[in-house]
């Protein structure tokens, strides 16, 4: 066993949140302990992103900081794993020759060997293979206490010519279902009560065993006895079938939140981006979702200034903002990945445009937050309460099944309770209320 203290910074989406609670499992199973403070550990690890260029240049940033600590203290471990290390591989070593190793997203399973390794042999380690199997039982250290993340499957398939991850995450792996319900179970007799199945398309789960769809293992989760809310993301508006739309309709768990990211509002801008369906499919889609699930909140991803982008595919894209009507968006500045087919496209749209599109679209965006949510005004909604408010601690904060957050004065209960919560006023990201 070893003994010596870890601390594990996370960047990045859900899915490197669960590869992170993984890596802190298989270190706590070898005997370290984690230490909140960067200085004070042994082994410290970055677990990266590399989506947009804002998020590598946060982790060149920390990277030049744990400089200061390695030379400080030269048994310090210091690794790289995650997307950008994925997609970088040795460079970041010759870039930043205080780096003792490079752990690829597919080797999240070799953490604990290749630390050993460096303690042993003190030579640096980059290993970014990624294979076709996928590595089950791993030890997990959850880091949320009633919610559970539970990755359903690996990689993509799709190449949206924005994107880089599918050359960082491999091609689509499925977990098998029993591994899947295997792993739900065993959080509930820990104490989750919710699981989020993570996938970077779920609507593509199950394609390559055919063992089940994603509606099978929706319907598998729901079973589970203990579970109270299961959760999904993300799912691509291509596969979004009836089955599946009547499946979340009849479960008992299903949480009515479906996140389809759009991306965009114009054809030729979506034929551009490969993300193969229209805003004529898209919408039918979206009509369908709200025929079986009124309530159901609808959230979606969208990006502005790729290549090519005219003031009329931006107009397009507000205007279809204003008919679909998204709880809420996630808008994002097109951020050019080497290697992806965009970044070769011509016309890159100039930055100062890019802000001013995006600023636009966020405005809209919120008054139609706001809107939707002041309409909940005068509704019971069912809250499950996560914690105390991050500004007042007499007051809750907890979500509704379609996951938005609500807050509320303290009363006797507990985090991780369930309670109904009267709502009565509404801001363009909270909802405010007492317990009913
Ligand atoms: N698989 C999910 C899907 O297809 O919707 C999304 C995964 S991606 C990690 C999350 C979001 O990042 C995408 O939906 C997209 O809006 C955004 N994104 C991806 N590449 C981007 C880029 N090059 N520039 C800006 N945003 C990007
Ligand atoms: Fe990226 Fe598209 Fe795959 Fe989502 S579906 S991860 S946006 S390539
Ligand atoms: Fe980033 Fe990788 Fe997720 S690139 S968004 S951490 S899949």
């Known amino acids: 066993m070893s003994t010596g203290r870890y601390k594990i910074l996370v960047y990045g989406c859900q899915m490197n949140i669960a590869d992170a609670e993984r890596m802190e499992g298989q270190l706590q199973s070898v005997g370290y302990t984690r230490t909140e403070e960067t200085a004070d550990a042994d082994v410290i ?60 997203t597919g080797k999240v399973q070799e953490l604990t060997r290749i630390i050993a390794e460096i303690r042993a042999e003190h030579s640096p380690v980059v290993d970014t293979v990624i294979g076709n199997t996928i590595a089950e039982n791993l030890p997990i250290a959850r880091g949320g206490k009633f919610s559970a993340w539970v990755p359903i499957m690996y990689g993509c398939n799709n190449f949206c010519t924005f994107c880089i991850v599918p050359y960082v995450r491999g091609r689509e792996r499925s977990r098998t279902p029993e591994d899947v319900v295997a792993e739900v179970r065993r959080a509930v007799a820990e104490g989750y009560t919710e699981v989020t199945l993570l996938g970077q398309n779920v609507n593509s789960y199950g394609k390559d065993h055919k063992a089940a769809d994603f509606a099978d293992l929706l319907r598998m989760v729901d079973e589970v006895e203990g579970i ?62 709200r ?135 509404a801001q363009t990201w909270v909802l405010k209320g007492e317990i009913c």
């Open 291 to 425: 025929e079986a699930l009124p309530e159901a909140s609808l959230t979606t991803d969208l990006i502005v200034g790729f290549p090519g982008e005219t003031e009329e595919d931006f107009a397009a894209t507000l205007d279809f903002l204003r008919e679909i009507r998204y709880d809420s968006a996630y808008t994002f500045l097109y951020s050019k990945r080497s290697g992806t087919p965009a970044a070769r496209m011509e016309d890159q749209v100039p930055d100062d445009v890019k802000h001013a599109r995006l600023n636009l679209l966020m405005e809209e965006q919120n008054k139609i937050s706001r809107d939707i949510n002041e309409k909940l005004a005068g509704t019971e909604l069912e809250v499950m309460v996560e914690g105390e408010s991050k500004n007042d601690p007499a007051v809750w904060s907890g979500r509704t099944r379609t996951n938005k957050i609500v807050l509320f004065p303290h009363g006797t209960e507990q985090a991780g309770d369930f309670v109904h919560v009267r709502i009565d006023r």
């Open 228 to 289: 109270r809310r299961v959760r999904f993301m993300t799912s691509h508006p291509k596969d979004i079938s009836d089955k599946l739309i009547d499946t979340i309709r009849n479960g008992r768990h299903l949480c009515e939140h479906i996140h389809l990211p759009v991306q965009y509002g114009s054809n030729r801008i979506l034929k551009a981006m490969n993300r193969v369906y229209t805003v004529e499919s898209y919408r039918e889609r979206v009509r369908r979702v």
């Open 45 to 104: 690890l970055i677990n990266t992103c590399c989506v947009r260029e804002s998020a590598e240049d946060k982790v060149y940033g920390k990277i030049g900081e744990i400089k200061k600590l390695k030379e400080r203290n030269p048994h310090l471990i210091f690794g790289i794993a995650g997307c950008m290390a994925q997609k970088e591989g040795d460079n970041l070593m010759q870039r930043a020759p205080h780096i003792d190793f490079v752990l690829g």
